[in-house]
């Protein structure tokens, strides 16, 4: 027999598990959470940019055509929704604050504090309008809309609101100011001539009265060269309009049925409006704006008198006829240009340079339209005499009302 023995056979490998501890998938969790929370937090202010982009596009586009419209359109009623739909944008409501005076609380941290005041309660003080006039975002208003203010807000016809306001410049004497925002997308108004402007066209006047947010009004041009109709105003040269002005539409524009700004509606005569109002005419408020907005000063021709209209009681006192044109020379400034002319308190000046006198706004007018250090000859009456004197024409010192 033969003994045979089988040889084991090799057993098959044994499968190696390993086993591996895993940390729990917190932190992708928390990256979901964290972003899920920063959409929820940006929706709203992505929706707001997407109203306000609506708004702002849809306004641009009905003023684009509206503009269009107008140059084809005749000069009738009919195109004033046209009027009305091509200047809205470029028209902005002025809030302004300042503290020390009663009115309504408003925060400080609500505010923009460009003007440099300190961290403290402060007062509504007034609502004006303005216009914007170019596409770096300077607005034209009144200067009384925003004297004696610390802080301004603008608000824009899109609804965007605009706390970080700069006064670019501005200049009393004639009652104009220039603020400008940091803003993008902006629909400048057009200038318009105000010398083309005659008495019976008709205009339109928009802006915030009493707060109400682009109002339109409508009249015609009454009259032209108004002067010494607002007190207090040393230049004054307006058109005078019947379209309803009231308390806060002060600064906003008085356009015409182009839609172009033919003046900056500024006062009314009264406590609210009677049918006239008053407008610093666009080629006056042009050549100011400009300058202000170079940063530069308005120097004005200056003379050094105070002077008045010649009434009854005045012209028989001085022995003249009450009917005699010309500005009353009341007083003299030491060391001024009248002073150093010869001007004495009692001359009735009638005529400066080329330009008639009828009365004290005139004068004004002609005074400060002259270069400095130029010489102008100024025809007065003396106790019935007629001289004529040579004034070398100074600059209105600062501060000087």
């Not at 009450?322 to 001024?336: E, K, M, R, W, Y």
């Amino acid at each position: 027999m033969n003994d045979s023995t089988e040889s084991p056979q090799p057993s098959e490998p044994r499968p190696v598990y390993v086993i591996r501890e895993t940390a729990p998938r917190r932190s992708s969790g928390l990256f979901w959470v964290l972003l899920f929370l920063l959409v929820l937090l940006a929706i709203p202010y992505l929706v707001q940019r997407i109203t306000y982009g609506v708004a702002r596009g849809r306004e641009a586009a009905r003023a684009e055509v509206a503009r269009e419209l107008l140059d084809e359109l005749p000069d009738e009623g009919g195109v004033y929704p046209w009027v009305a739909k091509a200047i809205e944008p470029s028209v902005v409501g002025i809030d302004t604050i300042s503290n020390g005076q009663a009115g309504v609380a408003v925060p400080a941290d609500e505010w923009s504090h460009m003007f440099r005041v300190p961290q403290q309660p402060y007062f509504l003080q007034g609502k004006g309008s303005g216009v914007i006039v170019d596409a770096e975002g300077h607005i034209v208003t009144n200067a009384h809309v925003i004297r004696g203010a610390v802080a301004a807000r603008v608000k824009l016809s899109d609804g965007r609101t605009f706390n970080d306001v700069k006064v670019v410049g501005a200049d009393s004497p004639s009652d104009l100011a220039v603020l400008k925002i940091d803003a993008t997308d902006l629909t400048p108004a057009p200038w318009g001539d105000s010398d083309a402007v005659d008495v019976g066209d008709p205009v339109l006047a928009v802006g915030n009265p009493f707060g109400l947010e682009r109002t339109v009004t409508a009249g015609i041009i009454s009259a032209k060269n108004r002067k010494q109709v607002v007190p207090g105003l040393d230049y004054q040269n307006f058109l005078q309009t019947d379209a309803a002005v009231n308390p806060g539409n002060s600064g906003g524009p008085l356009v015409n049925l182009k839609g172009q700004v033919v003046g900056i509606n500024t006062a009314i005569h009264g406590a609210s409006y009677q049918g006239i109002s008053f407008a610093i005419p666009s080629n006056m408020a042009r050549d100011i704006v400009d300058k202000l907005k170079t940063g530069g000063q308005i120097a004005r021709g200056w003379l050094g008198v105070s002077i008045t209209e010649l009434t009854g009681p005045l012209a028989k006192q001085l022995g003249i006829e009450s009917d005699t044109p010309g500005a009353v020379v009341t007083h003299i400034l030491p060391n001024s240009p009248a002073a150093a002319a010869g001007i004495e308190p009692g001359d009735i000046i009638v005529q400066w340079a080329d330009t008639p006198i009828a009365g004290p706004g005139e004068l004004g007018m002609a005074a400060a339209g002259t270069p400095i250090g130029s010489t102008a000859k100024v025809i007065v009456l003396r106790k019935g005499k007629r001289l004529e004197l040579d004034v070398k024409v100074g600059q209105r010192p600062d501060g000087l009302r």
